[in-house]
Protein backbone atom coordinates (compact mmCIF):
# COMPACT_ATOMS: atom_id res chain seq x y z
CA UNK A 1 0.00 0.00 0.00
CA UNK A 2 1.81 3.24 -1.06
CA UNK A 3 0.54 5.24 2.25
CA UNK A 4 0.21 3.66 5.89
CA UNK A 5 -3.03 4.29 7.86
CA UNK A 6 -1.31 6.46 10.21
CA UNK A 7 0.58 8.75 6.91
CA UNK A 8 -3.16 8.85 5.40
CA UNK A 9 -4.58 10.10 9.26
CA UNK A 10 -2.24 12.65 9.24
CA UNK A 11 -2.45 14.16 5.85
CA UNK A 12 -6.34 14.07 6.35
CA UNK A 13 -6.12 15.65 9.30
CA UNK A 14 -4.11 18.02 8.01
CA UNK A 15 -6.16 18.95 4.77
CA UNK A 16 -9.16 19.23 6.90
CA UNK A 17 -7.64 21.96 8.97
CA UNK A 18 -6.36 24.82 6.44
CA UNK A 19 -5.34 28.20 8.12
CA UNK A 20 -4.72 31.54 6.61
CA UNK A 21 -0.97 32.91 5.87
CA UNK A 22 0.53 36.33 4.72
CA UNK A 23 2.92 34.53 3.20
CA UNK A 24 3.46 33.74 -0.87
CA UNK A 25 0.95 31.17 -1.98
CA UNK A 26 0.60 29.31 -5.46
CA UNK A 27 -2.62 28.05 -5.94
CA UNK A 28 -1.35 25.54 -8.29
CA UNK A 29 0.96 24.06 -5.52
CA UNK A 30 -1.62 24.02 -2.82
CA UNK A 31 -3.78 21.75 -4.64
CA UNK A 32 -0.78 19.39 -4.57
CA UNK A 33 -0.01 19.45 -0.87
CA UNK A 34 -0.14 16.68 1.21
CA UNK A 35 -1.49 14.41 -1.68
CA UNK A 36 0.60 11.39 -2.27
CA UNK A 37 0.95 10.83 -6.09
CA UNK A 38 1.50 7.33 -6.96
CA UNK A 39 4.87 5.94 -8.73
CA UNK A 40 5.59 2.59 -9.57
CA UNK A 41 3.75 -0.51 -7.80
CA UNK A 42 3.92 0.85 -4.40
CA UNK A 43 6.03 4.40 -4.21
CA UNK A 44 4.73 7.79 -4.12
CA UNK A 45 5.57 11.87 -3.96
CA UNK A 46 3.85 14.26 -2.22
CA UNK A 47 4.15 18.12 -1.40
CA UNK A 48 4.82 18.59 2.28
CA UNK A 49 5.69 22.44 2.05
CA UNK A 50 7.06 24.62 -0.16
CA UNK A 51 8.16 28.44 -0.55
CA UNK A 52 7.63 31.19 -3.26
CA UNK A 53 6.05 31.35 -6.83
CA UNK A 54 7.21 32.90 -9.95
CA UNK A 55 6.67 35.92 -8.70
CA UNK A 56 9.42 35.37 -5.69
CA UNK A 57 11.87 34.62 -8.92
CA UNK A 58 11.67 37.98 -10.51
CA UNK A 59 11.64 39.62 -7.29
CA UNK A 60 15.13 38.17 -6.34
CA UNK A 61 16.12 38.63 -10.19
CA UNK A 62 15.29 42.42 -9.51
CA UNK A 63 17.15 43.12 -6.62
CA UNK A 64 20.05 43.74 -8.63
CA UNK A 65 18.34 46.13 -11.11
CA UNK A 66 18.98 49.67 -10.72
CA UNK A 67 16.07 52.35 -10.73
CA UNK A 68 14.12 52.39 -13.19
CA UNK A 69 14.47 49.28 -14.52
CA UNK A 70 11.69 47.54 -12.74
CA UNK A 71 8.90 47.78 -15.60
CA UNK A 72 11.59 46.71 -18.60
CA UNK A 73 10.49 43.20 -18.62
CA UNK A 74 7.18 41.34 -17.48
CA UNK A 75 7.89 38.32 -14.70
CA UNK A 76 7.27 35.84 -17.72
CA UNK A 77 10.06 37.80 -20.22
CA UNK A 78 12.39 37.57 -17.24
CA UNK A 79 12.08 34.32 -16.26
CA UNK A 80 13.00 33.22 -19.58
CA UNK A 81 15.85 35.65 -19.77
CA UNK A 82 17.09 34.05 -17.05
CA UNK A 83 17.04 30.31 -17.73
CA UNK A 84 17.88 30.72 -21.37
CA UNK A 85 21.43 32.59 -20.06
CA UNK A 86 21.70 30.34 -17.21
CA UNK A 87 20.86 32.22 -14.53
CA UNK A 88 20.46 30.04 -11.26
CA UNK A 89 20.32 32.35 -8.37
CA UNK A 90 16.80 33.53 -8.65
CA UNK A 91 15.59 29.77 -8.68
CA UNK A 92 17.16 29.04 -5.48
CA UNK A 93 14.82 31.47 -4.26
CA UNK A 94 12.09 28.50 -4.23
CA UNK A 95 11.85 25.87 -2.29
CA UNK A 96 10.18 22.68 -1.73
CA UNK A 97 9.73 19.99 0.55
CA UNK A 98 8.92 15.98 -0.97
CA UNK A 99 8.11 13.11 0.74
CA UNK A 100 9.01 10.29 -1.64
CA UNK A 101 8.59 6.38 -1.38
CA UNK A 102 10.89 4.63 -3.79
CA UNK A 103 12.39 1.08 -4.30
CA UNK A 104 16.27 1.69 -2.45
CA UNK A 105 17.72 1.21 -5.95
CA UNK A 106 16.10 4.09 -7.41
CA UNK A 107 17.02 6.20 -4.36
CA UNK A 108 20.87 5.26 -4.90
CA UNK A 109 20.90 6.88 -7.79
CA UNK A 110 18.52 10.02 -6.90
CA UNK A 111 20.82 10.88 -3.95
CA UNK A 112 24.00 11.35 -6.30
CA UNK A 113 21.81 14.89 -6.61
CA UNK A 114 23.79 15.97 -3.82
CA UNK A 115 22.26 19.49 -3.74
CA UNK A 116 19.73 18.83 -1.20
CA UNK A 117 18.86 18.14 2.15
CA UNK A 118 17.52 14.44 2.79
CA UNK A 119 16.10 12.74 5.67
CA UNK A 120 15.69 9.16 5.04
CA UNK A 121 13.51 6.04 7.04
CA UNK A 122 15.71 4.45 9.05
CA UNK A 123 15.95 0.64 8.83
CA UNK A 124 18.26 0.57 12.63
CA UNK A 125 15.57 1.70 14.64
CA UNK A 126 12.27 0.41 11.93
CA UNK A 127 11.23 -2.32 10.92
CA UNK A 128 10.55 -2.00 6.45
CA UNK A 129 7.72 -3.32 5.18
CA UNK A 130 7.06 -6.16 3.12
CA UNK A 131 7.23 -4.18 -0.21
CA UNK A 132 9.53 -4.65 -3.19
CA UNK A 133 9.00 -3.27 -6.55
CA UNK A 134 8.40 -5.99 -9.73
CA UNK A 135 8.81 -4.44 -12.62
CA UNK A 136 5.53 -4.97 -15.05
CA UNK A 137 6.06 -7.33 -17.50
CA UNK A 138 7.09 -4.72 -20.75
CA UNK A 139 9.72 -3.28 -18.55
CA UNK A 140 11.49 -6.15 -18.29
CA UNK A 141 14.13 -6.04 -20.83
CA UNK A 142 17.50 -7.63 -22.42
CA UNK A 143 20.74 -5.66 -21.75
CA UNK A 144 21.12 -2.68 -24.13
CA UNK A 145 23.84 -3.57 -27.67
CA UNK A 146 24.92 -0.01 -27.82
CA UNK A 147 24.71 1.42 -23.97
CA UNK A 148 26.89 -0.24 -21.57
CA UNK A 149 23.95 1.40 -18.93
CA UNK A 150 21.10 1.04 -20.61
CA UNK A 151 17.99 -1.85 -21.99
CA UNK A 152 17.29 -2.97 -25.46
CA UNK A 153 14.53 -5.55 -26.51
CA UNK A 154 11.67 -6.52 -23.80
CA UNK A 155 12.09 -10.15 -22.98
CA UNK A 156 9.50 -12.59 -23.87
CA UNK A 157 7.05 -15.46 -23.22
CA UNK A 158 8.52 -18.18 -20.87
CA UNK A 159 12.41 -15.73 -20.52
CA UNK A 160 10.16 -12.97 -18.99
CA UNK A 161 7.90 -14.80 -16.73
CA UNK A 162 11.37 -16.67 -15.49
CA UNK A 163 13.15 -13.69 -14.31
CA UNK A 164 9.78 -12.06 -12.33
CA UNK A 165 9.37 -15.70 -10.57
CA UNK A 166 12.98 -14.72 -9.27
CA UNK A 167 12.69 -11.55 -8.65
CA UNK A 168 8.99 -12.11 -6.42
CA UNK A 169 10.73 -15.25 -5.10
CA UNK A 170 14.16 -14.05 -4.24
CA UNK A 171 12.44 -10.88 -2.33
CA UNK A 172 10.13 -12.92 -0.45
CA UNK A 173 12.42 -15.18 0.40
CA UNK A 174 15.15 -12.42 2.23
CA UNK A 175 12.27 -11.12 3.51
CA UNK A 176 11.19 -14.02 5.18
CA UNK A 177 14.74 -14.59 6.47
CA UNK A 178 15.01 -11.00 7.96
CA UNK A 179 12.08 -11.73 9.83
CA UNK A 180 13.24 -14.24 10.78
CA UNK A 181 15.95 -12.83 11.84
CA UNK A 182 15.30 -10.17 14.13
CA UNK A 183 12.62 -12.13 16.00
CA UNK A 184 12.78 -12.57 19.36
CA UNK A 185 10.40 -15.13 20.01
CA UNK A 186 13.06 -18.04 21.38
CA UNK A 187 16.05 -16.45 20.74
CA UNK A 188 17.30 -12.90 21.03
CA UNK A 189 17.14 -11.57 17.89
CA UNK A 190 19.67 -10.18 15.34
CA UNK A 191 20.08 -6.21 15.55
CA UNK A 192 17.99 -4.44 12.99
CA UNK A 193 21.26 -2.37 11.93
CA UNK A 194 22.56 -6.04 11.32
CA UNK A 195 19.55 -7.64 9.93
CA UNK A 196 18.47 -4.74 6.92
CA UNK A 197 21.67 -5.86 4.96
CA UNK A 198 20.35 -9.14 4.06
CA UNK A 199 17.63 -6.94 2.03
CA UNK A 200 17.10 -6.77 -1.89
CA UNK A 201 17.87 -3.33 -3.55
CA UNK A 202 14.24 -3.23 -4.82
CA UNK A 203 12.75 -2.94 -1.23
CA UNK A 204 11.36 0.53 -0.40
CA UNK A 205 12.61 3.04 1.86
CA UNK A 206 10.88 6.44 1.84
CA UNK A 207 12.47 10.24 2.54
CA UNK A 208 12.24 13.58 2.76
CA UNK A 209 14.09 15.29 0.27
CA UNK A 210 14.26 19.29 0.48
CA UNK A 211 15.81 21.36 -2.41
CA UNK A 212 15.60 24.74 -4.23
CA UNK A 213 14.29 25.03 -7.44
CA UNK A 214 17.16 25.56 -9.43
CA UNK A 215 18.53 22.47 -8.64
CA UNK A 216 15.24 20.61 -8.61
CA UNK A 217 15.72 21.91 -12.37
CA UNK A 218 18.85 20.08 -12.75
CA UNK A 219 17.49 16.84 -11.48
CA UNK A 220 14.38 17.04 -13.52
CA UNK A 221 16.52 17.53 -16.98
CA UNK A 222 19.20 14.23 -16.12
CA UNK A 223 15.80 12.20 -14.81
CA UNK A 224 13.20 13.29 -16.83
CA UNK A 225 15.30 12.74 -20.07
CA UNK A 226 14.09 9.78 -22.26
CA UNK A 227 17.49 8.61 -21.56
CA UNK A 228 16.81 8.34 -18.07
CA UNK A 229 16.38 4.52 -16.36
CA UNK A 230 12.46 4.28 -16.18
CA UNK A 231 12.24 3.67 -12.54
CA UNK A 232 13.56 7.01 -11.62
CA UNK A 233 12.02 9.03 -14.73
CA UNK A 234 8.44 8.07 -13.91
CA UNK A 235 9.12 9.91 -10.06
CA UNK A 236 10.82 13.09 -12.53
CA UNK A 237 7.76 12.97 -14.76
CA UNK A 238 5.72 13.13 -11.73
CA UNK A 239 7.51 16.00 -10.32
CA UNK A 240 7.38 17.93 -13.95
CA UNK A 241 3.67 17.59 -13.26
CA UNK A 242 4.05 18.90 -9.59
CA UNK A 243 6.25 21.95 -10.76
CA UNK A 244 4.33 23.12 -13.73
CA UNK A 245 1.36 23.85 -11.50
CA UNK A 246 3.62 25.74 -8.70
CA UNK A 247 5.63 27.99 -11.06
CA UNK A 248 4.10 27.94 -14.70
CA UNK A 249 6.55 30.56 -16.21
CA UNK A 250 9.52 28.90 -14.84
CA UNK A 251 8.64 25.74 -16.27
CA UNK A 252 7.76 26.93 -19.31
CA UNK A 253 11.03 28.43 -19.59
CA UNK A 254 12.62 25.09 -18.54
CA UNK A 255 10.80 23.03 -20.98
CA UNK A 256 11.58 25.45 -23.76
CA UNK A 257 15.72 25.99 -23.09
CA UNK A 258 16.43 22.53 -20.75
CA UNK A 259 14.17 19.63 -21.03
CA UNK A 260 13.37 20.18 -25.04
CA UNK A 261 16.59 21.60 -26.15
CA UNK A 262 19.77 20.19 -27.16
CA UNK A 263 23.36 21.00 -26.66
CA UNK A 264 26.22 20.97 -29.59
CA UNK A 265 30.07 20.19 -28.68
CA UNK A 266 32.15 22.77 -31.06
CA UNK A 267 32.61 20.19 -33.71
CA UNK A 268 29.28 19.25 -34.12
CA UNK A 269 28.76 23.14 -34.38
CA UNK A 270 30.89 23.32 -37.24
CA UNK A 271 29.69 20.00 -39.33
CA UNK A 272 26.00 22.06 -38.83
CA UNK A 273 27.89 24.66 -40.61
CA UNK A 274 29.40 22.63 -43.16
CA UNK A 275 26.19 21.49 -43.54
CA UNK A 276 24.41 24.22 -44.34
CA UNK A 277 26.68 25.61 -47.01
CA UNK A 278 26.47 21.84 -49.05
CA UNK A 279 28.99 19.95 -48.04
CA UNK A 280 28.97 16.38 -47.91
CA UNK A 281 29.62 15.72 -43.93
CA UNK A 282 30.56 12.15 -42.76
CA UNK A 283 31.19 9.81 -40.23
CA UNK A 284 34.56 9.69 -42.03
CA UNK A 285 35.25 13.59 -42.08
CA UNK A 286 33.08 14.90 -39.16
CA UNK A 287 36.10 14.71 -36.69
CA UNK A 288 33.74 13.31 -34.14
CA UNK A 289 33.51 9.86 -32.61
CA UNK A 290 31.54 7.35 -33.35
CA UNK A 291 29.52 7.39 -30.74
CA UNK A 292 29.56 11.57 -31.16
CA UNK A 293 28.50 11.09 -34.59
CA UNK A 294 25.44 8.82 -33.82
CA UNK A 295 24.11 11.44 -31.01
CA UNK A 296 24.87 13.75 -33.64
CA UNK A 297 22.54 12.40 -36.22
CA UNK A 298 20.34 11.65 -33.91
CA UNK A 299 19.46 14.63 -33.11
CA UNK A 300 19.30 16.32 -36.46
CA UNK A 301 16.98 13.17 -37.22
Not at 55 to 61: E, K, L, N, V
Not at 220 to 229: E, G, N, S
Request: aromatic share 10%; hydrophobic share 40%; charged share 25%.
Amino acid sequence: MPLSPEQQAEIDTLRASPRSTLRTVSEGMERHLYTAHPVLDHGFVRVVDYMGDDAAITQAARVSYGKGTRSVQNDEGLIRYLMRHWHSTPFEMCEVKLHVKLPVFVARQWIRHRTANVNEYSARYSILDREFYIPAPEHVAAQSEVNNQGRGDTLQGDEAARVLEILKGDSMRAYDHYEQMISQEGQQGLARELARMNLPANIYTQWYWKVDLHNLFHFLRLRADAHAQYEIRVYADALCEIVKDWVPFAYKAFEDYRLGAVSLSAQMVDCLKRMLNGEAVTEENCGMSKREWREFKAVLE
